[in-house]
């Protein structure tokens, strides 16, 4: 049995005293949860010492929302590994569609940062996903394939019990439209097979897989049942508690019943 997660980043929002309070509704609703699943917060870089502070003692786990990959060095405004670990930050999302496109990350940027960020011992949560055109040309499974192969080059088999998947298509990101539970639920076994073909099927069922695009409480227990869906990286909906909570509420719903 695969454990779900339901992870909420925040992106470029929040200040200090409404991560705080966002992070304490959090907490109470992960306390709800009661152990059956894991939560996740990823706050802004400058705001991770607040939220770890108030996140301490509950069951929040505090994630970056990137990193670099160098130990240190003339890298103006980025943040090292070691710097997050220095912090207590233990897991990091990496290789978001937003760091692709806005920002320009490669596959071949995004492999070195997760290489380092495994080396480190830290817990990733790797994204990847397809564009709109992509999926309308039957590419999907082409660009998801590009991606796994070029963003995991190299990480060997005994680094993926740290690994953790999200797939987003980039068309459903922010813009309130939702890949179906089938559509998810195809991408996510498409996933999991490759696993299963370049690593063992063992891996392949142990790996999380998270599903993130415009997931919202009225759509979160549905696509949280398909069986190859293991949570969901959520980023508009984790914002507000009313909105995150009863998606974390669904998500130990399911574990409960499992
Ligand atoms: P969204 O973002 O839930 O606002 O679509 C998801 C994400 O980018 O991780």
Same mark, same amino acid.
């Given at each position: 049995m695969r454990r779900l997660i339901v992870a909420g980043n925040w992106k470029m929002n929040k200040q200090r005293d409404s991560a705080v309070q966002l992070t304490k509704a959090v907490a109470d609703g992960a306390a709800q949860a009661a152990g059956s699943i894991d939560v996740v917060v990823a706050p802004p870089f400058v705001y991770l010492p607040a939220v770890l502070e108030t996140a301490a003692g509950t069951p929040v786990t505090v994630a970056a929302q990137n990193a670099w990959h160098a130990e240190k060095g003339a890298y103006t405004g980025e943040v090292s590994l070691s710097m997050l670990q220095d912090l207590g930050v233990e897991t990091v999302i990496l290789g978001h569609s937003e760091r692709r496109d806005l920002f320009g990350e $490669?596959?071949?940027?995004?492999?070195?940062?997760? $290489?380092?960020?495994?080396?480190?011992?830290?817990?990733?949560?790797?994204?990847?996903?397809?564009?709109?055109?992509?999926?309308?040309?039957?590419?999907?499974?082409?660009?998801?394939?590009?991606?796994?192969?070029?963003?995991?080059?190299?990480?060997?088999?005994?680094?993926?019990?740290?690994?953790?998947?999200?797939?987003?298509?980039?068309?459903?990101?922010?813009?309130?439209? $939702?890949?179906?539970?089938?559509?998810?639920?195809?991408?996510?076994?498409?996933?999991?097979?490759?696993?299963?073909?370049?690593?063992?099927?063992?891996?392949?069922?142990?790996?999380?897989?998270?599903?993130?695009?415009?997931?919202?409480?009225?759509? =979160?227990?549905?696509?949280?049942?398909?069986?190859?869906?293991?949570? =969901?990286?959520?980023?508009?909906?984790?914002?507000e508690p009313d909105q995150f909570l009863p998606i974390i509420e669904a998500a130990a719903n399911l574990a409960k019943s499992a």
């Open positions: $490669t596959d071949e940027l995004i492999n070195a940062k997760t $290489t380092a960020a495994l080396n480190a011992g830290m817990t990733v949560i790797f994204c990847l996903g397809e564009q709109k055109q992509q999926r309308l040309a039957d590419e999907t499974d082409a660009v998801l394939d590009r991606q796994l192969t070029d963003g995991l080059k190299g990480i060997p088999a005994e680094q993926l019990s740290r690994l953790v998947i999200a797939y987003e298509p980039v068309w459903a990101i922010g813009t309130g439209l $939702t890949a179906t539970p089938e559509q998810a639920e195809g991408a996510h076994q498409f996933i999991r097979n490759w696993v299963s073909r370049n690593y063992s099927q063992e891996a392949a069922d142990r790996i999380q897989i998270l599903y993130g695009g415009s997931v919202k409480p009225s759509n =979160a227990a549905e696509l949280l049942a398909q069986p190859n869906v293991d949570g =969901a990286l959520v980023g508009g909906a984790s914002l």
